[in-house]
Structures are given as C-alpha cells and as structure tokens.
C-alpha cells in the first residue's frame, strides 16, 4: 500500500492564500456552545504572515466582542487550475487593528494587502460600519486532494 502526502508545504499554502479572497472564520464560545462561524472576506500579507479582515458591526450580530478571541480560519478551493480540493488553516488570537501596541505595525500590513468588498448586508457598505482586526496564526497547515487507489 502506497501512502500519499496530502500536506501543503509553506510555499503551496501562500499560493493558495494569495489567489483565494473569501474564508470562513470560526470563533471560540462558551464549551456547551458551537463556535460562531462566519464567511469573510481576507487579505494576505505575505511579509509578515498575517490575516486581515474587514468584519461587519452590524446592530443584530450574535459575534460579540472579537478582540482577543481564539479564531480558526479556513480557505479552501476546489475545481480551478489544480481540479484538487486545497485548504488552509490558521489558528491564532483575532486582534483588533487600532491596538496600540499593533497599530503601527498593522499600518503597514494593511498597504500590502486588498480585502475585497463582498455585499451581504442588505444596505450598502458604503452604509455599514466596519473594524479591521487581523489573525497572527499561531498554527497555519495545508492539506491537499491526493488520489488514491479504492
């Protein structure tokens, strides 16, 4: 029997990462509660392996307080120019951008990347209040279809 490597190396991941502009973000809750999952838009700054994200405070939204919260993220493609289902997963502490201590550092990041606009709100984002925050992952892997015999 043949065993398959089915783990990205760092080089695939940034690719994918690269190509790839929406995810879904998971967010930690109380244990007896399923983590918060939301569909996000993302850039990537390849410099300094950082996520950033453009999140929605809308009046109704069950997220709460994202600063400081244990996240997962994932981005997966299946069907371009591979035909291979991809992912990344980055785990990590979500931080909001205006963090003094990240501030400066974040300015920099956020010139390196684009977060593309994705209307889901109902009004204009035009009309929507936004905060950026960003995920340094503290574990990023990468798994990838390998075809194996049945």
């Known amino acids: 029997m043949t065993t398959v490597d089915v783990h990205m190396d760092e080089t695939e991941?940034?690719?994918?990462?690269?190509?790839?502009?929406?995810?879904?973000?998971?967010?930690?809750?109380?244990?007896?509660?399923?983590?918060?999952?939301?569909p996000v838009s993302f850039g990537y700054d390849t410099v300094e392996s950082t996520f950033y994200f453009r999140i929605a405070d809308t009046r109704d939204s069950e997220k709460g307080d994202l600063h400081d919260r244990a996240a997962s993220f994932v981005v997966y493609d299946h069907g371009s120019e591979t035909e291979?289902?991809?992912?990344?997963?980055?785990?990590?502490i979500l931080e909001e951008t205006t963090d003094e201590g990240i501030a400066t550092e974040t300015l920099d990041g956020l010139e390196r990347v684009s977060?593309?606009?994705?209307?889901?709100?109902?009004?204009p984002p035009s009309e929507v209040d936004f905060t950026f925050y960003r995920l340094v992952a503290d574990q990023l892997t990468g798994r990838k279809e390998s075809p194996t015999e049945l």
């Open 13 to 38: 991941c940034v690719e994918l990462l690269e190509r790839k502009r929406t995810g879904v973000i998971s967010l930690a809750t109380r244990p007896e509660e399923p983590p918060h999952s939301l």
């Open 115 to 123: 977060i593309p606009f994705v209307d889901i709100f109902g009004d």
């Open 84 to 92: 291979q289902y991809r992912s990344v997963v980055a785990q990590g």
